[in-house]
């Protein structure tokens, strides 16, 4: 019996290695792709990271470009804005724009990669338990005709 355990983990193991798990995705266009609570909230917090800093890009080119600078509201915002900060140069809004926005789609790259990955995982986990359950149901099933050719021989020899 334990000669017959061993071989089934033996095939199981063998089965798992042969099968490649990450080149095998099939296209499950049936299933759905559910979201996670903390994934829209994190796609959420970096598309409006991004707004802010296309925004303020937007801004900052209307302060520049756009009537005489002496007269701009945009230029005196910029203006005021770099004396709060106690800068002695004007912080330009574009360039303070372009810098948000790749803050945000550095963080938004990150979080679709760590979500993708743990979506792989938890794909590829139940297809291996899949096949697991597979090889010890069919293992199962032969064993089960094992059995009962046994007991049909002993009805015989009995009989």
């Known amino acids: 019996m334990e000669n017959n355990q061993e071989t089934i983990i033996s095939e199981a193991s063998e089965e798992l290695k042969s099968s490649n798990t990450e080149l095998d995705l099939e296209d499950n266009s049936k299933e759905k792709f559910k979201f996670s609570r903390n994934e829209i909230i994190w796609y959420s917090i970096f598309s409006i990271i991004f707004i802010s800093g296309l925004t303020l ?3 900052g080119v209307c302060a520049i ?10 230029f005196l915002a910029m203006r005021d804005f770099s004396i709060f900060l106690n800068r002695t140069t004007i912080l330009d809004w574009r360039i303070l ?34 096949e697991r359950l597979k090889i010890l149901m069919s ?11 046994l007991e049909k ?5 009995a009989n």
């Open 57 to 59: 890009c937007i801004l």
């Open 139 to 149: 293992s199962d099933i032969a064993n089960l005709d094992k059995q009962e050719s």
């Open 153 to 157: 021989e002993k009805e015989k020899q």
């Open 97 to 130: 724009g372009s810098i948000i926005m790749i803050i945000a789609m550095v963080g938004f790259i990150i979080s679709v990669t760590v979500y993708t990955n743990k979506y792989i995982k938890e794909k590829t986990s139940k297809k291996k338990y899949k």
């Open 65 to 74: 470009y756009i009537t005489p600078v002496s007269t701009n509201p945009l």
